[in-house]
Nanobody, 124 residues
């Protein structure tokens, strides 16, 4: 079992930066693949980034490559999403997710565990 709690969301002006954190419980955290998803108003939830249990391999949606950086610290049971050069269209609820299966180049299954989400609002 893994429980996830996101933090770090808020209001930021376009061009600014935010760092989201996701704290996980459970002694098996280091074996789980972790990811970030987002859902904007009126849109479906979409993949943002994911990383393997070791943090060596990280995958990003094309829309955020070069702007977002995902990392993990297994010693702290925490993953991060560093967001820079933010645009208003990035406004969404951002969710942290975990799964025992590892993300791969070809994709990742719908994760088993999800956080409650944190709101990110980017103003013009």
């Amino acid at each position: 079992q893994v429980q996830l709690v996101e933090s770090g969301g808020g209001l930021v002006q376009a061009g600014g930066s935010l760092r989201l954190s996701c704290a996980a419980s459970g002694r098996t955290f280091s074996f789980y693949g972790m990811g970030w998803f987002r859902q904007a108003p009126g849109k479906e939830r979409e993949f943002v980034a994911a990383t393997t249990s070791s943090g060596i391999k990280t995958y990003y949606a094309d829309s955020v490559k070069g702007r977002f950086t995902m990392s993990r610290d297994n010693a702290k049971n925490t993953v991060y999403l560093q967001m820079k050069s933010l645009k208003p269209e990035y406004t969404a609820v951002y969710y942290c997710a975990a799964d025992s299966e590892q993300p791969r180049t070809k994709g990742w299954r719908v994760p088993d565990y999800w956080g409650q989400g944190t709101q990110v609002t980017v103003s013009s």
